[in-house]
C-alpha cells in the first residue's frame, strides 16, 4: 500500500501543479490573457470525453499498472515540451496533457480495493489515506508551484512537474495489481456503455455523483470569485493562495477526524451532508470583515467538506462491481472537472461582464450546494437501493 500511496501522491502533486505553473509559463511568455484561458481550458475540457473511455480500459487492461505508467510518462512528455514549444502549440500540449487527468485521479483510486485486499490493509482505512493523498497535493501542488516560479522561474515550475511525473511513472511501475478474472471483460464500448448506465441507474451512487460534481462545480465559481473578494476585503489577490491552503488544510483534519465514523455510515448521506453544511458554512464568508476572520471561516468550511471526498470514494466502491470501477471512477472524476470548468467560466462571466459583486457570487455558490446536495438526496431515493457490492 505504501507504494501505491507514494505512486498517486506524485502523480497527483504533478497533477495539481500544472494549472498555476503554465499559467505563470504562458503569462511570462506572452503576457497574453487570451492565451492563458484557452491554456486552462484546454488541459481541463479534455478529461469530460476521455474518462469513460479511459476508465473502461483500464477495467478490461491485463496489467492495469502499464496504462498507468503510461499516462504518468504522457504528462511528462507534455510538461516538457511546453518549455520549448513556439506559443502557438501550447493550448495543443496542454489539450493532450488534459486526458491524463482522470487517470491520475480516479484512474489511481480504483486500484484501491484490490491493492488494499492484497496487501491485508482494511479498506476503509486505505480509503481515507487516499483521500488525504488528494487534499495534500492541493495544498502542496500551487504552492510549490508558486514558489518554484517566483524564486526561480515558471519554465523551472514547469520543469518539475514533468521530473514528479517521470518519477511517479516509474515509482507505479513496482506496484502488484491483481487483476480481474479472464471472463469479465467486454468489449471496450460494451464496457463504456455499462460503466455509464451503472452510474446513471443505481440510486446511491447516481446520488452521491449529483451532490459531488454540482458541489465542485459550484466550487469553481468560489475559485474566481474569491481573489475579487479578497481584493475588496484588503489583503488583496495574492493572498488567495493561503485562503486555499486553510481550506485543504481544513479538509485534511476533517478527514483525520472523522474517519472512524465515516466507517459507520452510509456513504452517499455523508456526501448529502457534507457538501450541505459546507454550502451553510459558505454563508459565513462574506460576514467575516477580516482576512484573519476570514481564514477561520474558511478553515471551518473546509473541516465540514474534509469528508465529501472520502465518502464519495466509498460510494463508488461500495455500490460498483470490481470490472466496472476504474471506468465509474474515472467518469466521476471527469465529471467533476468538467462541472468545475464550467463553473469558473460562469464566475469569470458573472463577475467581469455582469459586475457581480464577489461576495454575491459566494452566495449564490452556498445556494448551489444546498441545491446539490438536495437534488442528490431526491435522485438516492428514486427506486430501491442497490445492495453493497462486496
Known amino acids: 500500500m505504501n507504494r501505491y500511496l507514494l505512486s498517486a501522491g506524485l502523480a497527483r502533486l504533478a497533477d495539481e501543479m500544472v494549472s498555476v505553473a503554465v499559467l505563470m509559463l504562458v503569462a511570462s511568455r506572452t503576457g497574453s490573457e487570451l492565451l492563458s484561458g484557452l491554456v486552462v481550458a484546454a488541459y481541463t475540457v479534455p478529461s469530460v470525453v ?3 473511455l479511459l476508465g473502461a480500459w483500464l477495467d478490461r487492461a491485463r496489467r492495469p499498472v502499464v496504462l498507468l505508467v503510461g499516462n504518468q510518462f504522457t504528462l511528462a512528455a507534455m510538461t516538457l515540451a511546453m518549455l520549448v514549444a513556439p ?14 487527468l482522470p487517470m491520475t485521479s480516479g484512474g489511481f483510486t480504483s486500484l484501491v ?17 487516499d483521500a488525504l493523498l488528494f487534499n495534500a497535493a492541493a495544498i502542496g501542488g500551487p504552492a510549490l508551484s508558486g514558489v518554484l516560479g517566483v524564486a526561480a522561474s515558471p519554465g523551472a515550475a514547469v520543469a518539475a512537474i514533468s521530473a514528479l511525473s517521470l518519477v511517479g511513472g516509474l515509482c507505479t511501475t513496482a506496484l502488484r495489481v491483481p487483476p480481474h478474472p479472464s471472463d469479465a471483460h467486454p468489449s471496450l464500448w460494451t464496457a463504456v456503455r455499462r460503466g455509464v448506465r451503472h452510474l446513471a441507474t443505481t440510486p446511491p451512487l447516481r446520488g452521491a455523483t449529483i451532490a459531488s460534481v454540482l458541489g465542485y462545480g459550484a466550487t469553481g465559481l468560489v475559485f474566481i470569485a474569491l ?7 484588503g489583503p488583496g489577490r495574492d493572498s488567495v493562495g493561503i485562503a486555499w491552503a486553510a481550506l485543504e488544510t481544513g479538509c485534511v483534519v476533517g478527514v483525520l477526524v472523522a474517519r472512524r465514523w465515516l466507517a459507520r455510515r452510509r456513504p452517499e448521506r455523508v456526501v ?14 462574506p460576514v467575516a470583515g477580516s482576512f484573519t476572520a476570514l481564514l477561520a471561516v474558511v478553515l471551518l468550511s473546509g473541516l465540514v467538506q474534509g469528508p465529501t471526498l472520502p465518502a464519495t ?11 466496472l470501477l ?16 464550467l463553473g469558473a467560466a460562469a464566475a469569470g462571466t458573472l463577475v467581469e461582464v455582469w459586475r457581480w ?13 444546498l441545491l446539490a446536495a438536495s437534488l442528490g438526496a431526491i435522485a438516492a431515493r428514486s427506486g430501491p437501493d442497490a445492495p453493497p457490492t462486496p
Open 357 to 369: 459583486a464577489p461576495v454575491s457570487v459566494i452566495l449564490l455558490v452556498a445556494a448551489c450546494e
Open 227 to 233: 481573489p475579487f473578494h479578497l481584493e475588496d476585503l
Open 87 to 100: 506559443a502557438p502549440l501550447l493550448p495543443v500540449l496542454a489539450f493532450v496533457a488534459g486526458i491524463t
Open 113 to 129: 480495493p484490490r491493492i488494499a485486499a492484497s496487501s491485508g490493509v482494511d479498506l476503509d482505512r486505505a480509503t481515507s489515506r
Open 272 to 285: 448529502f451532508a457534507t457538501v450541505a453544511l459546507y454550502g451553510l458554512t459558505l454563508l459565513l464568508w
Open 326 to 341: 476504474g471506468q465509474v471512477s474515472t467518469t466521476g472524476a471527469s465529471l467533476k472537472i468538467g462541472a468545475f470548468a
Open 313 to 323: 470514494i466509498t460510494a463508488r466502491q461500495r455500490y460498483t462491481p470490481g470490472p
Open 50 to 52: 476521455s474518462g469513460p
